[in-house]
């Protein structure tokens, strides 16, 4: 049995830079055993097979695979494995200053996948901020800033708790359990089928009311 990883993703978008034109996507799974490793992208899709276990407990194997909402460009994303995660830089495809609406082809959300809080900057807040986080693979370890990343503050990121979960989900090629420890929580799948919206980013923020 297969153990679904916790995903946790960011954007950047751009008509012109395609540096500044891509998804940052972390698998968030310490001490991954390289040799197990089986990582397979495509420009429509990523498969994630690996073994991984902290020392003194159980090694399990983790496994995912989902369909992008549009195409990326394999050959020019990176990746880079670290003792708490593995980080993947995507291309997109497709220049432009819109931002998807969420990252994988299928509406049905997820509760593995995530919105990294600690990269993410809304759409008209692009400007100024750096695109380039390759040596940040493990910034927080996980959807919550400690030190508020992505030019992002405190009260805007409590403002957006509880909103941003990421798309669907493809096949594993076998049944799949949660893994409290790696995934940090339990929640069921959600499918969103009654709604119109696409939007998987962060919730628009509420001015405050202002006090005497």
Known sequence: ??????????????ASDDEKNVIYLTINLPNIDQSSLKFEL??????????????????????????????????LSTKKLTDRS??????????????WPRLTKEKAKNAFIKTDFSRWVDEDEQDGVGSSLDDGADLMGGGMPGGL???????RMMSQMGGGLGGGLGGTG???????????????VETDSGSDSDDDGPPPLEEAEPTN
Not at 174 to 188: C, I, K, M, R, S
């Open 42 to 75: 495509t420009s429509t899709s990523i498969n994630f097979e690996a073994n991984a276990g902290s020392p003194g407990t159980p090694v399990k194997h983790y496994a995912f695979s989902l369909d992008f909402f549009s195409e990326i460009v394999p050959e």
């Open 86 to 99: 593995y980080f993947i830089i995507l291309r997109k495809k497709e220049k432009k200053e819109e931002y």
């Open 149 to 155: 990343g992505g030019g992002m503050d405190f009260e």
């Open 174 to 188: 076998g049944d799949v359990d949660v893994d409290a420890d790696a995934a940090g929580e339990t929640a069921d």
């Open 1 to 14: 049995m297969s153990v679904h990883p916790e995903v946790l993703w960011a954007q950047r978008s751009s």
